[in-house]
């Protein structure tokens, strides 16, 4: 779906948008279940699809909201994506709302800027999801985020990328679950930065990742031999039950 269309159908609200996505993946797991759903073995992260009906659905699900300029209020709590996600450079110079929403294919905002308070709070994303050189500009929230593996093809094992993000106000990442790797590296909080309660069961890159305000994990879970050398605090985090140390 071009850009056009995918604003077309976000303006026609929450409830319009998931009867579509509901029909995609419906759609979808008819695909699966026929044993269309066939891609290359060695197309890597960008699948190229062997079956043409798989293909269709793939171009056809995808949303575009790519640089796009959000002037109010963005309002995307509860909606359903059920093909890859596309918000790269996009703007929001509001509040943005990405609540409860459920990715099944990946999201995608690389070099996106949020000019107010933004959530993602109780977000389930499969597959991967980028915030490469992201700008929040305030609060950013991300409590109990759930990054999954996709469920049919290959995928970045539950990816989530904030490399050279930006956090001017405090970034709340409490009780969220990584399921693969979680990279910070470069990444920059200049408020608080909270993850209490984390779960990352792969990985979490934190090499010369910038914590200028309190940081706190207490109670939140690491891989075995978690390395917090190469972050670097500007106060000494709060690490109460990681049985981590730096």
């Known amino acids: 779906m071009d850009k056009q269309s995918s604003l077309a159908l976000f303006a026609r609200g929450r409830e319009a948008w998931n009867a579509w996505a509901l029909a995609a993946e419906a759609e979808l797991d008819?695909?699966?279940?026929?044993?269309?759903?066939?891609?290359?073995?060695?197309?890597?992260?960008?699948?190229?699809?062997?079956?043409?009906?798989?293909?269709?659905?793939?171009?056809?699900?995808?949303?575009?909201?790519?640089?796009?300029?959000?002037?109010?209020?963005?309002?995307?709590?509860?909606?359903?994506?059920?093909?890859?996600?596309?918000?790269?450079?996009?703007?929001?110079?509001?509040?943005?709302?990405?609540?409860?929403?459920?990715?099944?294919?990946?999201?995608?905002?690389?070099?996106?800027?949020?000019?107010?308070?933004?959530?993602?709070?109780?977000?389930?994303?499969?597959?991967?999801?980028?915030?490469h050189t992201v700008k929040f500009l305030s609060a950013a929230r991300f409590?109990?985020?759930?990054?999954?593996?996709?469920?049919?093809?290959?995928?970045?094992?539950?990816?989530?990328?904030f490399s050279h993000a930006r956090f001017n106000g405090g970034a709340h990442f409490s009780r969220s679950i990584f399921e693969g790797y979680a990279n910070f590296p470069k990444a920059q909080f200049l408020g608080c930065a909270e993850f209490d309660g984390a779960v990352f069961r792969r990985s979490a890159d934190l090499d010369e990742t910038q914590f200028q305000g309190p940081a706190s994990f207490k109670g939140a879970s690491f891989p075995k031999g978690m390395d917090f050398s190469g972050a670097l605090f500007a106060l000494r985090p709060n690490l109460q039950g990681t049985g981590c140390r730096i």
Not at 55 to 70: K, M
Not at 79 to 93: E, N, R, S, V
Not at 144 to 158: F, Q, T
């Open 30 to 131: 008819k695909i699966v279940r026929d044993g269309d759903w066939t891609w290359r073995p060695d197309s890597g992260c960008d699948i190229e699809f062997t079956n043409p009906r798989a293909d269709r659905w793939h171009l056809e699900h995808a949303v575009d909201f790519s640089y796009h300029e959000f002037t109010g209020r963005a309002d995307f709590s509860g909606f359903i994506f059920p093909g890859f996600a596309m918000f790269a450079g996009a703007k929001f110079l509001s509040e943005a709302d990405f609540s409860h929403i459920e990715v099944q294919r990946a999201i995608c905002f690389n070099y996106a800027s949020f000019g107010g308070p933004t959530t993602f709070a109780d977000a389930r994303i499969h597959s991967e999801a980028g915030f």
């Open 143 to 161: 409590e109990r985020v759930h990054i999954l593996c996709a469920k049919y093809e290959p995928d970045m094992r539950g990816y989530i990328s």
